[in-house]
């Protein structure tokens, strides 16, 4: 099938983290707000499969798509500024390519060819690329590849670009180079050199750079623009300025401004209009006009880097923004809690939630941490682990089960109230074998769950291994905390709550990952509004007292 769609290639230069994933995001929002049909994907020339098994202090949070694919947390910017579902085909890992060739390779379908990095390589790069544009489902396609130019790793898709540019024709594909414009305080000025450089090296390889979006702490006067546009070998209109801004959430209107959607779409002619961002200006009205803050502890064991929650993170701003609320997130270390500190660490906070995560380290504190919210009434929200940990605290602490335990962290425990399922104990390989993507879960009437969602019926992505233990669902509900969610199917438990707190949510699966600008999550938005309510009854008690 002959791809109708165009081409966008999204490369970096210098250094990495300049903001690839959020310009991509930034552009398609504006394409997308034209009519047009836009996904983004992600190429990661890392060699695992995928980063499902990589820590998070290595590479961020793993995201999580419908379909079950475990990928780089940049799918989360496409989806949240989006609003349309990623899926196994937005991201590629050089892993997944070599993979896929030498199992080719091993069936015999190169007839018996030496397979090499040119052609066999870039030809199923190039055939990954095209999946999307070939579905006819989108007009246009915007990959980033992930990396920087000159990175030995990143080359076999530098060289696919440049031959799908020959395959396509220029109308077809155009590249967007991101590079950096340092400012050198010493000297007071910006320096063109570095970009300068990147767009060489990326020649090297064949490729031309169409447009440059150089990230920059100061305005770019006309003057560096014109060298920039002269030494890079593009027009003027193509140096795009991408000054850093309060929030990524700006982004959008600051390529508006600097006409990047005008240059893309003159570039693969097509046309252009203004794009209507009218309710993403509202969702930013809101977000920086807050009535009011709140307070939220983000309990977990990766909280030294912000790209491990990244996506719960986002789902606060965008619960925030719906309240007309500030939350400020305050990230505690679950491993350094414990009954004797934790009224000092929790007690200022209008809200608690215990966040995903695998392994022993941190879990006793994470324990402890819901039983004081339990015990004092303050805002629960439990996420994966979260839930499990709820479940835990509850079984010990009011079932009078001592060593109630998950056998992830003692197998040995005579009470599993968190066990693994009976389909996950032969398993021994750890990528891509847990309970992923979407399930659906119905609800009961009267819970807290059902009144915030207002359906009976709902779906939602999961990531995890160990589950509710079915057998002490009895006696759980029987002391006072219920399973409000069920999975249709298996008849597993997706939510636990407890009716008589003020609000205390454990779910089994991911909502984080649902949550968009143009639709936050239900949950959060319930949570924050849970908080905000602790506060002012917290502080209207305080007024009293005095």
């Not at 994933?21 to 034209?34: C, D, H, N, T």
Request: aromatic share 6%.
């Amino acid at each position: 099938m002959t791809s109708t769609a165009k081409y966008i290639f999204v490369t970096g230069g210098v250094t990495s983290s300049l903001g690839k994933g959020i310009i991509a995001a930034s552009l398609a929002k504006l394409l997308q707000a034209q009519g047009y049909r836009v996904t983004i994907q992600k190429l990661d020339p890392y060699i695992n499969v995928d980063p499902g098994t990589l820590n998070p202090y290595e590479h961020g949070e793993c995201y999580v798509t419908e379909d079950g694919a475990e990928t780089d947390l940049d799918l989360g910017h496409y989806e949240r500024f989006l609003n349309v579902p990623t899926s196994q085909a937005n991201n590629v890992t050089t892993g997944r390519i070599y993979q896929s060739v030498i199992q080719k390779e091993r069936r015999g379908e190169f007839l018996g060819k030496t397979v090499q990095v040119v052609p066999h390589i870039t030809d199923e790069i190039k055939e990954r690329i095209q999946i999307l544009g070939n579905s006819g489902d989108y007009d246009i396609i915007i990959t980033e590849i992930g990396g920087t130019v000159g990175d030995i790793e990143s080359l076999p898709y530098v060289e696919a670009v440049r031959q799908l540019r020959w395959d396509l024709g220029e109308e077809n594909g155009i590249v967007i180079h991101l590079t950096l414009v340092p400012y050198l305080a010493a000297a007071g000025e910006l320096k063109t050199k570095p970009t300068q450089h990147s767009v060489k090296t990326l020649m090297e390889s064949g490729v031309q750079a169409d447009i440059l979006v150089c990230r920059t702490e100061h305005d770019l006067p006309s003057d560096i623009r014109r060298k920039l546009a002269l030494f890079c070998n593009v027009r003027e209109e193509a140096v795009i300025q991408s000054i850093d801004a309060s929030t990524i959430y700006d982004v959008p209107n600051l390529m508006l401004k600097e006409g990047l959607d005008r240059v893309v779409l003159k570039k693969l002619g097509l046309q252009s209009d203004t794009p209507d961002i009218s309710k993403w200006n509202e969702f930013l009205t809101r977000l920086k006009n807050p009535k009011t803050e709140i307070t939220i502890g983000l309990i977990g064991k990766y909280v030294e880097l912000q790209d491990s929650y990244k996506s719960i993170l986002e789902a606060f701003i965008h619960a925030g923004a719906a309240n007309e609320v500030k939350v400020n997130v305050e990230s505690v270390h679950s491993e350094y809690i414990n009954k004797d500190n934790v009224d000092v660490k929790l007690g200022h906070l209008d809200g608690i939630l215990v966040a995903p995560g695998f392994g022993e380290r941190g879990i006793e504190g994470k324990i402890d941490a819901v039983q004081y919210v339990r015990e004092n009434n303050v805002p629960y929200f439990g996420i994966c682990l979260g839930m499990q940990m709820a479940v835990i605290e509850f079984s010990r602490n009011v079932l009078g089960l001592n060593d109630a335990d998950s056998t992830e962290m003692n197998p040995n425990t005579t009470n599993p109230v968190i066990d693994l399922m009976e389909d996950q104990k032969t398993i021994t390989d750890k990528g891509g074998t847990m309970r992923l993507g979407a399930w659906d879960c119905d609800l009961k009437l009267g819970s807290i769950v059902r009144d915030i969602y207002k359906s009976e019926h709902i779906s939602e992505r999961h990531r995890h291994r160990y589950e509710f233990n079915g057998d002490y669902k009895e006696a759980i509900e029987a002391a006072g905390m219920k399973a409000t969610g069920l999975n249709p199917e298996t008849g597993l438990v997706e939510i636990v709550e407890i009716p008589t707190h003020p609000w205390f949510v454990g779910v089994q699966y991911h909502p984080e990952y649902k949550s968009t600008v143009a639709n936050p999550h239900p949950l959060f938005v319930g949570f924050v509004k849970a908080a905000l309510n602790h506060k002012k009854k917290t502080s209207s008690a305080r007024m009293a007292q005095k």
